[in-house]
């Protein structure tokens, strides 16, 4: 008996326990439902989506070259004498820069002189021994014509024996010595005049040695070959120098204009291509804006110069090339950059706050929009770069959607939110003239972030939102 009622004690006081328990996990649940329906709605600050021309701005990275790039190398052999100008200077086209040792071409130019002298002597002389030859030339004529008279007028005496045979035979012998003599006479004319042309060749041969001495020795001062900045000199006073050596005494850059080569994806190329023949962009602006390593913009926009024709096969890119003013001399060749270059304009675009996107474990993009219930719904979307520090959506939205730009964190598919809008939200620029890729606020500028040529666009993590 006393073991039964032990157990009918430890029966009750066990049922108790359960039911006093029961009650407390309801009242919890009750309290929490409750609460539950006491808590106002979240609220969200949202963007009413509209659509508009967009400019499409792409961002390379790029190194600056010189304009014009000049390595100075003696045109003589010599030793330098002096250095003529300042390291690391600017100098100006033809400016002396160096001066070499000009005793050997000075003692050529006296040698080259005294040639041209002996040359035109000769020529005198040549001309002296023509007009002789010329004189005895006459001289010959006049004896030939002679013997031929006297050997015509007895050709009619001796048929009739007026004179010896032999007298007849001795005028024809005169006519032919006269012959003769005239013969070698015309030829020393010839020959002295073949030595006039001898002499003109001789001087010419004398003035051009005389002038390749005189350019020799205007070659001892080494001049600048273009305008622009040095850099250290390769040889010092006393060096020796020679017109084959393959090291230049210095290098010239001209730097106002300056270059800056930048490197696009072949694949990047072709897709904005195909875009722009199937009519969803259109061909952009060939102003270039750079950024400097530092970060800062610079102040002077550039212009598009060239695009090679070919594809690099180490790297898979097309090389462009700006130019830019640098009359200040702030870009050096070599500098680090990165160009921001509006390629092409997106005709149908909506332009949404960075915080508003974010990416799934998929790498899908995704924005949060308040339907006409107040609820959230998820809705994915397609994005092309960025502009102004904005995402560019191409696809996935409509006119008019509330899109969530704070708040986002806070809420979930299918919730009941309060929309506001969004406080001092920037109007769409557009390509039209309602903005332009310069006009950007502070806080815009700070948070561009342009989209990198070749590489897909990313976007923030469901957990990394802006708002949060």
């Given at each position: 008996?006393?073991?039964?009622?032990?157990?009918?004690?430890?029966?009750?006081?066990?049922?108790?326990?359960?039911?006093?328990?029961?009650?407390?996990?309801?009242?919890?649940?009750?309290?929490?439902?409750?609460?539950?329906?006491?808590?106002?709605?979240?609220?969200?600050?949202?963007?009413?989506?509209?659509?508009?021309?967009?400019?499409?701005?792409?961002?390379?990275?790029?190194?600056?070259?010189?304009?014009?790039?000049?390595?100075?190398?003696?045109?003589?052999?010599?030793?330098?004498?002096?250095?003529?100008?300042?390291?690391?200077?600017?100098?100006?086209?033809?400016?002396?820069?160096?001066?070499?040792?000009?005793?050997?071409?000075?003692?050529?130019?006296?040698?080259?002189?005294?040639?041209?002298?002996?040359?035109?002597?000769?020529?005198?002389?040549?001309?002296?021994?023509?007009?002789?030859?010329?004189?005895?030339?006459?001289?010959?004529?006049?004896?030939?014509?002679?013997?031929?008279?006297?050997?015509?007028?007895?050709?009619?005496?001796?048929?009739?024996?007026?004179?010896?045979?032999?007298?007849?035979?001795?005028?024809?012998?005169?006519?032919?010595?006269?012959?003769?003599?005239?013969?070698?006479?015309?030829?020393?004319?010839?020959?002295?005049?073949?030595?006039?042309?001898?002499?003109?060749?001789?001087?010419?041969?004398?003035?051009?040695?005389?002038?390749?001495?005189?350019?020799?020795?205007?070659?001892?001062?080494?001049?600048?070959?273009?305008?622009?900045?040095?850099?250290?000199?390769?040889?010092?006073?006393?060096?020796?120098?020679?017109?084959?050596?393959?090291?230049?005494?210095?290098?010239?850059?001209?730097?106002?204009?300056?270059?800056?080569?930048?490197?696009?994806?072949?694949?990047?190329?072709?897709?904005?291509?195909?875009?722009?023949?199937?009519?969803?962009?259109?061909?952009?602006?060939?102003?270039?804006?750079?950024?400097?390593?530092?970060?800062?913009?610079?102040?002077?926009?550039?212009?598009?110069?060239?695009?090679?024709?070919?594809?690099?096969?180490?790297?898979?890119?097309?090389?462009?090339?700006?130019?830019?003013?640098?009359?200040?001399?702030?870009?050096?060749?070599?500098?680090?950059?990165?160009?921001?270059?509006?390629?092409?304009?997106?005709?149908?675009?909506?332009?949404?706050?960075?915080?508003?996107?974010?990416?799934?474990?998929?790498?899908?993009?995704?924005?949060?929009?308040?339907?006409?219930?107040?609820?959230?719904?998820?809705?994915?979307?397609?994005?092309?770069?960025?502009?102004?520090?904005?995402?560019?959506?191409?696809?996935?939205?409509?006119?008019?959607?509330?899109?969530?730009?704070?708040?986002?964190?806070?809420?979930?598919?299918?919730?009941?939110?309060v929309a506001k809008p969004l406080e001092n939200a920037n109007p769409a620029p557009s390509a039209k003239g309602q903005g332009t890729p310069n006009a950007k606020t502070p806080q815009q500028a700070a948070k561009t972030v342009d989209k990198p040529a070749g590489n897909e666009t990313s976007a923030k993590k469901p957990t990394e939102t802006a708002a949060n």
């Amino acid at each position: 008996m006393k073991h039964s009622y032990l157990a009918l004690v430890i029966a009750s006081v066990l049922s108790g326990a359960v039911l006093v328990g029961c009650d407390k996990n309801e009242d919890a649940a009750g309290a929490d439902a409750a609460a539950q329906q006491q808590m106002p709605p979240a609220v969200v600050n949202v963007q009413t989506v509209t659509f508009d021309t967009v400019p499409q701005v792409q961002t390379f990275s790029g190194r600056t070259a010189a304009y014009q790039t000049a390595d100075v190398r003696p045109q003589v052999n010599g030793v330098i004498d002096e250095v003529l100008f300042r390291e690391g200077g600017n100098v100006k086209k033809d400016q002396p820069m160096y001066r070499i040792n000009t005793d050997n071409y000075a003692t050529s130019i006296t040698s080259g002189e005294a040639a041209v002298a002996q040359a035109q002597a000769n020529y005198q002389t040549a001309l002296a021994n023509n007009a002789n030859a010329k004189a005895e030339l006459g001289s010959r004529q006049a004896s030939l014509a002679q013997a031929v008279n006297d050997f015509q007028r007895l050709q009619g005496l001796v048929e009739i024996d007026a004179i010896s045979k032999q007298q007849y035979d001795q005028a024809q012998t005169q006519v032919r010595t006269a012959q003769a003599a005239l013969d070698s006479a015309r030829a020393t004319v010839g020959q002295t005049q073949a030595g006039i042309e001898s002499a003109k060749a001789g001087i010419q041969t004398a003035k051009a040695g005389l002038e390749s001495s005189t350019l020799d020795l205007n070659r001892t001062i080494v001049r600048a070959p273009i305008s622009g900045r040095t850099e250290r000199s390769n040889v010092t006073a006393g060096t020796l120098v020679s017109a084959s050596q393959a090291n230049p005494l210095v290098t010239i850059s001209r730097l106002d204009p300056i270059y800056v080569d930048i490197s696009q994806s072949s694949s990047e190329l072709l897709k904005l291509r195909q875009q722009i023949s199937e009519g969803k962009a259109q061909p952009g602006m060939n102003s270039v804006e750079l950024v400097l390593e530092d970060g800062s913009v610079y102040p002077v926009r550039g212009k598009l110069a060239l695009s090679e024709a070919k594809v690099d096969e180490s790297t898979g890119a097309v090389t462009l090339r700006a130019i830019f003013p640098n009359s200040n001399n702030i870009l050096l060749p070599g500098m680090y950059v990165t160009a921001r270059l509006t390629q092409s304009v997106i005709t149908n675009a909506a332009l949404v706050p960075q915080s508003a996107v974010t990416r799934t474990p998929k790498s899908e993009t995704q924005v949060y929009i308040v339907d006409e219930n107040n609820k959230i719904q998820v809705r994915p979307v397609t994005i092309n770069g960025t502009y102004n520090g904005q995402w560019v959506v191409t696809d996935g939205l409509k006119a008019g959607d509330k899109v969530v730009v704070i708040g986002g964190s806070k809420v979930k598919p299918e919730q009941e939110v309060v929309a506001k809008p969004l406080e001092n939200a920037n109007p769409a620029p557009s390509a039209k003239g309602q903005g332009t890729p310069n006009a950007k606020t502070p806080q815009q500028a700070a948070k561009t972030v342009d989209k990198p040529a070749g590489n897909e666009t990313s976007a923030k993590k469901p957990t990394e939102t802006a708002a949060n």
